[in-house]
């Protein structure tokens, strides 16, 4: 009896040290945006003068949305083809499903460097050779975030596809409905859960993304990320720290409510049964 109290109280020990170790730092950065000090390493006082430092600048402000206006695109494409793949995925038979998922998936496990230099790579070629595609720049960056997004997409969306069931569709075609009034009315508010927090994990992929983007950008496309890591090259600073902490919250609202969509669609799924 002892001794299972004894583990269980190791075991919570060691996951509290686990957090600590990975979201101390990140406690740091967001404690020191809001000193008052110029002095990142020594505390002065509450302030938010940095904050309002950031946005002053014209440099912050256009990455900044530059890489919203990435961010939305991104979502808005990488839901609809995501959705569209998903939905072709969940329940055919073909003998192409299992080598097409390998490929859609391929994109989650490769690293990103190695998606980053071949995007660069093919981005630059088709642009050499193909006179509408884009030249590298801010166009080039929303295609690289898509294709690397719409994994993610069609790997939440596939999941509740397929773990719905059949049977209200069914159901609905028994009754007289077709195929666009079936999806509209049955299918498609049940899958709206798990549409919504696909397209938001993709928005937050983007809006953080620095590697793909700093490959397929060109020397006057910066995004948000790209410029915090240009500054933090020549020593951090207590702005790059408020801009740190604005992008932690964006990321962390996006994934806490992606995570709260995808936790309530079992109940929104048995309601509806």
Not at 155 to 178: C, K, N, P
Request: glycine share 6%; charged share 15%.
């Amino acid at each position: 009896m002892h001794s299972a109290q004894t583990r269980r109280r190791l075991l919570s020990g060691w996951g509290v040290l686990v957090l600590l170790f990975l979201y101390l730092p990140i406690a740091v950065v967001i404690v020191y945006a809001f000193n008052s000090s110029r002095d990142v390493s020594t505390w002065k006082g509450f302030s938010l003068h940095w904050f309002s430092a950031a946005f002053r600048s014209d440099r912050y402000v256009a990455a900044l949305e530059l890489s919203l206006k990435i961010a939305a695109l991104n979502a808005l494409f990488a839901t609809l083809l995501g959705t569209a793949a998903a939905l072709a995925l969940g329940r055919s038979r073909s003998k192409w499903k299992v080598p097409f998922s390998a490929l859609v998936f391929l994109t989650l496990v490769v690293p990103e460097i190695v998606i980053a230099v071949a995007s660069r790579v093919f981005f630059v070629q088709a642009h050499d050779n193909v006179g509408l595609f884009p030249a590298l720049g801010w166009k080039t960056i929303l295609l690289a975030h898509v294709v690397w997004s719409s994994a993610v997409v069609v790997l939440i969306v596939r999941a509740r596809f397929t773990g719905m069931g059949s049977a209200l569709e069914e159901a609905s075609f028994d009754l007289g409905a077709g195929p666009l009034s079936t999806f509209r009315q049955v299918t498609l508010p049940r899958l709206a859960p798990a549409i919504v927090a696909g397209a938001l994990l993709a928005f937050t992929m983007s809006f953080d993304d620095y590697v793909l983007s700093v490959f397929t950008a060109s020397g006057t496309s910066e995004t948000w990320p790209m410029a915090v890591f240009n500054d933090v090259r020549f020593g951090v600073t207590p702005a790059v720290n408020a801009i740190s902490t604005i992008m932690f919250a964006v990321v962390a609202a996006g994934v806490a409510t992606a995570m709260w969509i995808m936790n309530r669609r079992g109940d929104t799924a048995d309601g509806l049964a």
